[in-house]
Every structure is written in C-alpha cells, then in structure tokens.
C-alpha cells in the first residue's frame, strides 16, 4: 500500500456545516434574532431598569453559554491573554456602552425614531471603516445600500410621507445616534478581533458586560429602580438574554469578520422585513402594498450590495 493510500483524507466540511457557518446565513439571522429587541425593550420600561436589564441579560446568557464554551474558553486563553486588550475594546463599546445606552434611549425615544435611525446604521458602519481602516464602498454597494434604506423608509413610515414629517425629536434619539456611531466603531474594528472560537468571544463579551455595569445596577437601585416581580419582565428577560443577546452576536460577529463592515452592515436592514412578516403572521395585521415594495427593494439592495 502506497503512502498515498494510508494518508487521511482531507478533512472538507459538510454541505450542512457550509450552509450554517454561511456569513450571509448569519447575517440574516442576527438580524431576525434582533428584530424584536425595540419591542422589548419598550414593554420593559416601567418593569426592568435600562442598565441593569443590559448587564444581567448578558450575565444570564453568559451562564447559558458556559456549559458548551468552558473547553473553548481553555483552549484559547493564550490568544486571551496575549490579547487582552483589542478584546476587552470591543467589549467595552460593542457591550456595555451599546448595550446600556440602548435600553436607555427605548425609554425616551418611540419605537418608530428607533427603527428609522438604526436604519442608517449600514451607512455609519461603512463611513467608520472608511474613517479608521480606509475601507471604500464600491458604486454597487452604494446603491444597493440607498435602495435598501428607501426600502426600510417606505416600511416604517407605513409608505406615508407625513409620518416622517411629524417625527419628532428628544433626549432618546440623542442617545441613538451616540450609539450608532458606537456601534459602527465596534463593527468596523471586528476585523481587529484575534482568531478563537466564536462562544469564546461571545461568553467573554457577556460575562464582561455584566461585570463592567454592575455601578449601574447600583446607581439605578439606589434611585429606587429595580426589576418589578411580573410575567413581562419575566419574559421580556428570557428573550433579549438569548435571541438578541447570545445568539445574535454569536452570528454577527462571525459573518461580520468573514464579510467585513462594508458588505455586511446592510444585512441590519432585513430587520424591518422580519418585523413587517411577524406583525402579518402573528399579530394579524393587514399585508399592505408599502409592505411589498418596501420587502422588495430591502432585499434587492441588500443583494447588490453584499456582491463583492
């Protein structure tokens, strides 16, 4: 026998394990996973205070996490440890600043002025990896980005022009807009992030965040804010510890360090597309024209511009 023949076969991945490990896949479902996390954020005011409802939801999905990453978490504590400090940047402003100013801002703002500023989020990822790696947009990019926040336009103000003209403006849309500048950095410097495990990241990310705001959680309780004992708190926890929080992050950091910050930013918004298909299907509301031409123009632009 040949020393061919006794070699291993190489070790090529699945069909199944391409199709789940796709950067596009996880795109899309981070943003499906994030696609209520306005909602709940807006049903917990009154019953979770904004600060402390950002730690502890990461410190639960921290504890969720460890029983399947504690054997990652070893194996890539010397890339930890030599690299300490790019992580810790990007868990300082990617979780405890954006997730602590978020909740805040949900508290001030509607879920409308959220929804049409978060949209011009793919645009401030772009224009921070421009800023600070000199990334450029491609023509294609560009309008594939326009056509998709057209798109998310005609969907939010419900395809009537006079929506957007009464918009007004507070202390919480001041906030939204720090955090999309937050945001965009933390995106654009996901390229910075040391190769380890994707549940090592986001266990560190989560565990850390808790962490660095327990002073909230002080502060807030020592003003009287704390967790009301009610089933919408309950609930509204469950969900943002782990669909917005552990499993959003999880598919976004990885499809973002595959297709980096230009390409991947306008995958947030299929976010209205998902809220638009949950409101139809589980709330029963009417499917309107705005709704299909806004549908259609999102994942047109969002194509055109995750081409390379």
């Known amino acids: 026998m040949t020393t061919n023949e006794n070699a291993a076969e190489p070790d090529t991945p699945s069909p199944l394990r391409r199709m789940v490990t796709n950067p596009y896949l996880l795109l899309a479902l981070a943003g499906l996973f994030w696609s209520g996390n306005h909602i709940a954020g807006k049903a917990a005011a009154g019953y979770a205070p904004p600060v402390s409802m950002a730690g502890i939801r990461w410190l639960i999905g921290a504890m969720i996490l460890w029983p399947f990453v504690h054997k990652h978490v070893r194996n890539d504590w010397p890339v930890i440890k030599a690299n300490w400090r790019v992580i810790l940047f990007l868990i300082v402003i990617g979780g405890a600043f954006f997730s602590a100013i978020q909740y805040q801002a949900l508290n001030y703002t509607t879920a409308l002025n959220a929804s049409i500023f978060n949209s011009f989020a793919p645009v401030v990822i772009g224009a921070a990896g421009a800023l600070l790696f000199r990334d450029r947009f491609s023509m294609l990019q560009m309008l594939g980005i326009a056509i998709s926040l057209a798109g998310v336009m005609s969907i939010v103000s419900r395809g009537d022009l006079a929506v957007l003209q009464a918009m007004t403006f507070n202390f919480g849309d001041i906030l939204l807009l720090i955090n999309m500048a937050i945001w965009a950095v933390y995106c654009a410097c996901l390229r910075m992030l040391p190769k380890m495990h994707p549940l ?11 962490i660095l705001l327990i002073p909230g959680y002080v502060w807030e309780f020592s003003q009287g804010l704390y967790f009301q004992p009610a089933w919408r708190t309950l609930i509204v926890m469950a969900y943002v510890s782990i669909f917005p929080a552990v499993l959003a992050y999880i598919c976004w950091n990885e499809g973002m360090r595959q ?13 209205p597309i998902y809220g638009a298909i949950l409101a139809t299907t589980l709330l029963g509301e009417q499917l309107m024209l705005f709704h299909i031409i806004g549908c259609a123009m999102i994942l047109g632009g969002v194509f055109l511009a995750a081409r390379k």
Do not use: E, M, P, W
């Open 259 to 271: 297709v980096g910050a230009a390409r991947g930013g306008v995958f947030l918004h299929l976010i």
């Open 200 to 210: 090592t990241f986001t266990f560190l990310l989560g565990l850390l965040t808790g």
